[in-house]
């Protein structure tokens, strides 16, 4: 198991319950591919973007750490790749 970070840039424009379902569901996809989550929240409410993303210029930016399977962050980016409210994520692997 290797400790990773997921910065998930989403839409600034979803409304507090739409971005509660979408944390769950970052978090959720995961869990579901063997991973166990450390700590998770937003880490900045809607920071403006050095350059369009999907024609937004604004984001909210949510960290997510976590242990897990190096295959599990080949699933999970395609899990987030066809999520449309998802703007662009990057995995970071953290050393032990």
Do not use: C, H
Not at 51 to 78: C, D, N, Q, W
């Amino acid at each position: 198991m290797n400790k990773y970070e997921a910065m998930v840039i989403v839409k600034p424009d979803l409304s507090d319950e739409d971005k509660k379902i979408l944390f769950k569901q970052i978090d959720d996809a995961i869990i579901k591919n063997g991973g166990q989550i450390t700590q998770s929240g937003v880490w900045a409410e809607r920071r403006k973007l050095y350059f369009p993303i999907k024609k937004y210029m604004e984001g909210i930016y949510f960290l997510s750490a976590f242990t897990a399977p190096a295959p599990a962050i080949k699933e999970v980016r395609g899990i987030f790749r066809i999520n449309e409210n998802i703007l662009r994520v990057l995995f970071t692997r953290m050393d032990n």
